[in-house]
């Protein structure tokens, strides 16, 4: 045989041995069915063990009752910290046993994001054999789901922090270097009862409420673009209001989910909301910061390249329109984004990760991650 044939043959196994790794592995995974406390726990002690004995250092912290698990590796200037959640969304049991088909890993968590973690960790084993001249953090965190503040919220409290984050959630290999901030609102729209045969002698909260919500939806914050998005959004939630149908409401609550641009000022918005009905009760129930990580950023650069080599220049920059732990880092100055493999139906019935790209992923990151000597 051809000594270059020869090459190329051995290539490809090893790019099947390493692929087929990462799909057991993350098999393994999606059939600990990690929707809840004690199963995200359990599928964190699997990955802490599995990590440990493999000549990982690795860290197990617990807040909350819910455990996160923090390898390391390699040792430098810089820091890169891998994230990646362990936590699913409910879904038909079923979901749980996954099943590969046409290159295809299906199950639940396989895009989102148990593919990626997979990924991850096995190349925290490799880094063992080949140490990066950085420091690399791979945590494994339990909440992303539910909002993320006793995993990744708590880890960086805790100084887990580096130089550059990469959250390993479903990207199809792009780059999500922004994403849009949210806030979430109560607001209580006073009335004034009366019996329903009269109401002209009172003041129907719930009309109040929906012209007030139709005044907020066409603020001219919500009309604006930025880079990466075309506009904010703004989703009426959740409505209460009346008690019996002969009776004015008096009271309306509305719940309103805003998710704004990079950019955009919350506090700025909140002042607008307030003006449109001085007398309406308005409360924050949640809000997280946007994220606006730099395109020209020294690691973003680096990586952008090496995904664009692998990925035949699909690696495009963009803005994600949910949030994710990426805003825990980015909160702290830390440039952070979002980037993992290519599927499918993430949150769906027919959720689906390619196989191939977890190898790619991989690959992609470790060339990355080998590149990473000072402080960007
Ligand atoms: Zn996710």
Redo the contacts with the bound molecule.
């Keep these: 045989m051809d000594w270059q044939l020869e090459l190329i043959e051995k290539e490809e196994t090893k790019v099947e041995r390493i692929g087929a790794q990462i799909e057991k592995l993350a098999s393994d995974l999606i059939r600990f069915e990690s929707t809840n406390v004690e199963s995200v726990n359990l599928c964190a002690d699997f990955c802490s063990e599995w990590l440990k004995s493999r000549g990982l250092q690795v860290e197990v912290w617990e807040n909350h009752g819910l455990k996160s698990v923090v390898a390391t590796v390699g040792e430098g200037e810089s820091t890169i910290i891998l994230n990646g959640?362990l936590d699913v969304v409910p879904g038909q049991p079923q979901l749980f046993q996954p099943r590969q088909e046409q290159g295809k890993l299906y199950g639940r968590g396989s895009y989102?994001?148990l593919g990626a973690v997979a990924a991850m960790m096995v190349l925290m084993t490799e880094l063992v054999e080949e140490p990066p001249a950085c420091k690399v953090i791979l945590a494994l965190v339990p909440d992303?789901?539910t909002g993320g503040q006793y995993g990744s919220g708590f880890l960086v409290e805790q100084g887990i922090i580096g130089d550059f984050v990469i959250c390993g959630?479903?990207t199809n290999l792009k780059m999500g270097i922004h994403a849009k901030g949210i806030l979430q609102l109560a607001v209580d729209v006073k009335g004034i009862a009366a019996h329903g045969s009269r109401p002209w002698l009172g003041k129907n909260a719930i009309l109040e409420a929906l012209e007030n919500y139709k005044s907020i939806v066409s603020l001219d914050v919500f009309q604006q673009s930025s880079d990466y998005f075309k506009q904010p959004s703004v989703n009426l939630a959740l409505i209460q209001a009346g008690k019996v149908f002969n009776q004015v409401p008096d009271l309306c609550s509305l719940g309103i989910d805003i998710r704004y641009l990079p950019g955009q000022r919350p506090e700025e918005i909140l002042e607008k909301i307030r003006q449109i009905n001085p007398e309406a009760e308005i409360t924050v129930r949640y809000q997280g910061l946007p994220v606006e990580t730099k395109s020209d950023n020294t690691f973003v650069r680096k990586l952008h390249e090496i995904a664009n080599e692998h990925s035949g220049n699909q690696s495009v920059f963009f803005g994600q329109d949910g949030a994710?732990d990426t805003r825990y880092y980015s909160e702290k100055g830390i440039p952070a984004i979002e980037f993992g493999p290519t599927g499918a139906n993430?949150h769906g019935p027919g959720e689906y990760v390619e196989i191939e790209s977890l190898y790619v992923y991989k690959s992609i990151l470790k060339q990355f991650v080998h590149q990473i000597k000072n402080k960007g």
């Design positions: 959640h989102d994001m992303e789901e959630e479903p994710a993430h």
